[in-house]
């Protein structure tokens, strides 16, 4: 924007001054002068024009990151800055050959032109700013977001930690129940029963013949106890059968 102002400026001093020192054939110069003038200003609309179509079609795309974003808008207004800058030496020299005293429309369709030049770049550049502002503003929405769920599975995380903790605490709780009262069964199942050495075995020998062989056993060695069937739950052989030997 500087560069643009301090071009006006130099308009209105030195190419003022440059006009009331021109030569005084000032027709045959201004006819060929205007020619060139608007050529040049039909070739600095074309490159405006083109300048233009490349920006639209260099849309911006939201989902680069904002460092990205930034950096082409700068790089786009610096571009943009610079073809202006050439833009208006151009036109200062042709001034130089052009103008006189007396030729003020033609410096009222220059200030107009870099004005509309000026407008122009100036609506660039704030569709830019607005254009950074949206991805910016779209970016930290979706931060926000992000933030907000990793806070929401942190606390759900907290809780399963916590919930399986007192699982293990309660589970840890109940197998000490368990073991307990499996050591009572075992202790009270031992007091109930008696394991024999040395009985004649045979093969596939029953529940009952197994009970005799206890209490003639039994009451073969201690008769006084005087054993009956009654006094016997079960009786049954411990290991697998083997020939010539007893279980």
Known sequence: M???????????????????????????????????????VVVGETKQKDSKQRRKKSKINPVKEVKDTSEQSDTEVEDESNWMRKELAEINKKLSKMLTKNDSGLKIMMRELIKKMKDELLKSVMHKIETLEGTIFEKQQVNDKLANDVKRLEEKLNNEKEEKQQLKMEMTKQQLIHEEKLNELEQYSRRNNIKLSGCVDKERETAEESVNIVLKTLNAKMPTIKLVKEDIDIAHRVGKFEQNKHR
Do not use: H, W
């Open 2 to 40: 500087a560069n643009v102002e301090q071009t006006v400026n130099q308009l209105d001093s030195t190419e003022i001054a440059e006009i009331e020192d021109a030569n005084k054939k000032r027709k045959a110069a201004s006819v060929s002068s205007v020619s060139e003038a608007d050529t040049s």
